[in-house]
């Protein structure tokens, strides 16, 4: 069973809202924080978002917070990223990632989805 697959990624304009969503395996959705990193061309991948896995606490990215929300369902073995008045800076392949105990490194994740394309037209 593949761990992690991202899908939500577009093409949208500045202002608009998107949401992204991972799907997990059993295994990393019960044991694991989950984050969200993005990477832009030409940059180092950043990170954006983590949610714990009690789904008690969140941390963001001071680019993001106020406009992304973190969550996830346990019904369904998914994290999601709610994008909200999102800026051409927001452009970049966004990944989910799992493994780590809560952290904001993308060194401490293990496990990563193979990333959703999201451009933001000005």
């Known amino acids: 069973q593949v761990p992690l697959v991202e899908s939500g990624g577009g093409l949208v304009q500045a202002g608009d809202s998107l949401r992204l969503s991972c799907t997990a395996s059993?295994?990393?959705?019960?044991?694991?924080?989950m984050g969200w990193f993005r990477q832009a061309p030409g940059k180092e991948r950043e990170f954006v978002a983590v949610?714990?896995?009690?789904?008690?606490?969140?941390y963001y990215a001071d680019s993001v917070k106020g406009r992304f929300t973190i969550s996830r369902s346990h019904a369904k073995t998914t994290i999601y990223l709610l994008m909200n008045d999102v800026k051409p800076e927001d452009t970049a392949v966004y990944y989910c990632a799992g493994g780590a105990p809560w952290s904001n490194s993308s060194r401490d994740y293990h496990s990563w989805g193979p990333g959703t394309q999201v451009t933001v037209s000005s």
């Open positions: 059993d295994h990393m959705f019960s044991y694991y924080d």
């Open positions: 949610i714990s896995r009690n789904l008690l606490d969140t």
